[in-house]
């Protein structure tokens, strides 16, 4: 089965970065992808990978590393409106999305 | 560009009947779609693969009589409930398979259905 990790909860303040983690264990990979989510709405595309390395997309950038099975999204600058939840996602060897059940950033004024 | 509709927004009915939700593709050809269904705050959890033209594949412990989806076109799928339960209602999101460059592909999602059954 896929089994894809990633914190519950986040905080943090206004301007500042956050970096949430994702770790997996699917059968077979073609990609990560991170989406956002607010709230009653449907995710939204973020960011890509399937190479190791950073991909930086204006002030957000994502990192896979596919030896350890591990990627990151990092938040620069927060604005109040990143509070969503972002959720990670492994494209498996089916090229079916297998989700991470989200992590809830709330930002601080 | 990659944008996808569902259609209704938000539905309520009544216990035993049917429902059926629309998802398509405004301004790309979609080959496949995907159907999520998501509970409160749960993630998404993939229901059934369309693909045009052919029957759909569901995964584990979805009731393919119970959900029934239709992919006609390559810019329509449907997805109908059938005889809705309350422990049906939730929040229906499809999704179809476009490109995101770098040859790769990748799903973008609906507005969501939010299905609440009497």
Known sequence: GQNIDQPTEMTATEGAIVQINCTYQTSGFNGLFWYQQHAGEAPTFLSYNVLDGLEEKGRFSSFLSRSKGYSYLLLKELQMKDSASYLCAVKDSDYKLSFGAGTTVTVRA | ?118
């Open chain 2, 1 to 118: 560009g990659a944008v996808v509709s569902q259609h209704p927004s938000w539905v309520i009915c009544k216990s035993g009947t049917s429902v059926k939700i629309e998802c398509r593709s405004l301004d790309f050809q979609a080959t496949t779609m995907f159907w999520y269904r998501q509970f409160p705050k749960q993630s998404l959890m993939l229901m059934a693969t369309s693909n045009e033209g052919s029957k759909a594949t569901y995964e584990q412990g979805v009731e393919k009589d119970k959900f029934l989806i239709n992919h006609a076109s390559l810019t329509l799928s449907t997805l109908t409930v059938t005889s809705a339960h309350p422990e049906d209602s939730s929040f229906y999101i499809c999704s179809a398979r476009g490109l995101a460059g770098r040859g790769s592909d990748t799903q973008y999602f609906g507005p969501g259905t939010r299905l609440t059954v009497l």
